[in-house]
């Protein structure tokens, strides 16, 4: 059981961001999904939320600046969320983590017993 993000890597700023997670071993049925970014120089507990999905009723948030840029959805099978946003700022530069939960998911609160994904990083030129 486990997550899998990719997407990262150099992005060009002012240009799009898309990046996905895949469930392996499971489905995300039942399940909130949310993307965490974790900038340099940070400790995981640091990790800031940027968005979430329900996968049972696709119920979406999105948080501070980036709510208006981002958008994530989940597929039909329920087995890959993507996260995009747009207008990239180099701001956006850090690595992204996707984690699920069962129950509710807490963008203000990083759950180290919700499952992680290894990160993938994402740098911004401007």
């Known amino acids: 059981v486990q997550l899998v993000e990719s997407g990262g890597g150099l992005q060009q700023a002012g240009g799009t961001l898309r990046l996905s997670c895949a469930a392996s071993?499971?489905?995300?049925?039942?399940?909130?999904i949310g993307w965490f970014r974790q900038a340099p120089g940070q400790e995981p507990y640091e990790r800031v939320g940027v968005a979430c999905i329900s996968s049972n009723d696709g119920e979406t948030h999105v948080l501070d600046d980036r709510k208006g840029r981002g958008t994530i959805s989940i597929d039909s099978a329920k087995t890959t969320i993507v996260l995009e946003m747009n207008s990239v700022k180099p701001e956006d530069a850090a690595v992204y983590y996707c984690a699920t939960d069962r129950a509710t998911m807490n963008l203000y609160y990083v759950e180290e017993d919700n499952i992680w994904g290894q990160g993938t990083q994402v740098t911004v030129s401007s």
């Open positions: 071993g499971f489905t995300f049925e039942d399940h909130d």
